[in-house]
């Protein structure tokens, strides 16, 4: 910053602004959402291990219980070809009750049809008040879905005769069976939920860091601003200084009172109004390519109809335009063609805006990555304006920022998508 005192030689002191403008702070930024990114994956292969560990003793307790309801089964079995064949046996009531208890305990759905077809059931339920049709069509649909579950348990009964038993698993089998995966659901519903808190806190810190920023910058650009315009005056004042040098020095103080009043407008929630798009484009991009390399040419394809506005914030919608532009003079190496397009798509809502550049494009893997706060594929540079530029699409705009195609050695194009409205709607909504 130029000291104020005229008596002085100007001297210059690192403004605390500058002190960010370091590879340090680039590769801080870029090594902390690395690390998250690195996280999130850790975070869900330990979910996806839990899940699968949790789905195989799952498994392997449902495999131990339906073995042993299978045993049940063919004791309840033997316990019916004994009272068969021992008609006369004391301890009738008593085995009886033992083998009943014993498939009533794991409530096991059984049928047991005799040598005569005639059905025998345990645990089946019905409807209340079911009339006898309706249990026996329910025995006939219970009967056909045993026969796909499970292999028939044969019960001898004398004289050649066979009976047979069949069954499904228990209810708290079929639970248990699909407990997993209902237990994976919760897990996957509360890791989305939990993403969604720590998301939504993220991102209102990142909210908090980034008006701070844009306070503390715009307020410390404020003092140099009053010095300028005192030497502005003080030059202009002395007949033995050239008055071109005071306007050259007043145009650069122009330009960074609007880069103030960007910063400003970034702290604070901006005002925003129905402007001609396709006019404030040209214009801007003629005031741009004036201080860019002549061998930068810039064409403006605009398609828009006439009338065709939209809600703007000026100084931070050509800020966009202007990180965009230079980011592509910057790839182009200060060489080649710029094409910038404008179009609003029948029976669409959204003005499209296409900024395509001839430079060196990017890999699949930087073009996700371009708007991370620090990441950059230039050496110098904090790595922000493209950051800044989509925050200011979206979250100021309600409009949408994103590399549109990007191919290695041929370029890359930039597209802006931003609410529509046509002047004749404006007219009608006023009147």
Request: glycine residues 6%.
């Amino acid at each position: 910053m130029i000291a104020e005192t005229p008596k002085n030689k100007p001297r210059f002191r690192l403004h605390p602004v500058a002190l960010l403008n370091s590879d340090k702070l680039r590769h801080s930024l870029i090594g902390t959402y690395e690390k998250k990114g690195v996280l999130k994956y850790l975070i869900g292969i330990v979910l996806l291990g839990l899940s699968i560990g949790s789905l195989f003793y799952t498994n392997d307790l449902v495999d131990k219980l339906e073995e042993r309801e299978e045993r049940e089964v063919k004791l309840y079995g033997e316990g019916l070809r004994y009272i068969v064949n021992s008609p006369d046996d004391e301890n009738f009531n008593v085995i009886m009750s033992v083998i009943q208890d014993a498939v009533n305990f794991y409530q096991i759905p059984v049928i047991y049809v005799d040598e005569n077809n005639f059905p025998i059931h345990r645990n089946i339920k019905f409807p209340q008040n079911a009339s006898l049709r309706e249990k026996e069509r329910i025995i006939e649909a219970q009967l056909i879905k045993m026969k796909s579950e499970h292999a028939p348990v044969p019960v001898q009964v004398g004289d050649g005769k066979v009976g047979y038993i069949y069954y499904s698993n228990s209810f708290l089998l079929t639970q248990l069976r699909y407990y997993p995966f209902v237990q994976l659901s919760v897990m996957l519903l509360i890791g989305y939920l939990a993403y969604l808190a720590f998301s939504a806190a993220r991102k209102a810190e990142q909210n908090r860091v980034w008006v701070g920023l844009a306070k503390e910058t715009a307020h410390q650009l404020g003092t140099p601003l009053s010095s300028l315009m005192a030497w502005v005056e003080y030059f202009r004042s002395d007949p033995n200084i050239d008055p071109s040098i005071a306007d050259e020095i007043e145009k650069d103080v122009v330009r960074l009172e609007m880069i103030t009043t960007r910063f400003s407008n970034i702290g604070s929630i901006p005002t925003l109004k129905e402007e001609p798009l396709s006019e404030i484009v040209t214009h801007f991009i003629t005031y741009l390519q004036k201080r860019v390399s002549s061998k930068v040419h810039f064409f403006i394809h605009d398609q828009l109809a006439e009338g065709q506005t939209a809600l703007l914030n000026k100084n931070l919608f050509e800020w966009v335009v202007e990180n965009i532009c230079k980011n592509a003079v910057d790839a182009m190496s200060g060489i080649g063609e710029l094409h910038v397009t404008l179009q609003a798509p029948p029976q669409s809502k959204e003005i499209l805006i296409d900024i395509t550049d001839t430079g060196k494009g990017m890999t699949k893997a930087n073009a996700s990555k371009i708007f991370n706060p620090g990441f950059s594929t230039k050496k110098r540079g904090w790595g922000l304006g493209l950051t800044l530029a989509k925050r200011i699409i979206e979250n100021y705009h309600g409009g949408k920022l994103f590399v549109k195609s990007s191919e290695v050695g041929k370029g890359t194009t930039f597209r802006i998508m931003l609410p529509a409205r046509v002047m004749e709607e404006i007219i009608q909504h006023e009147a």
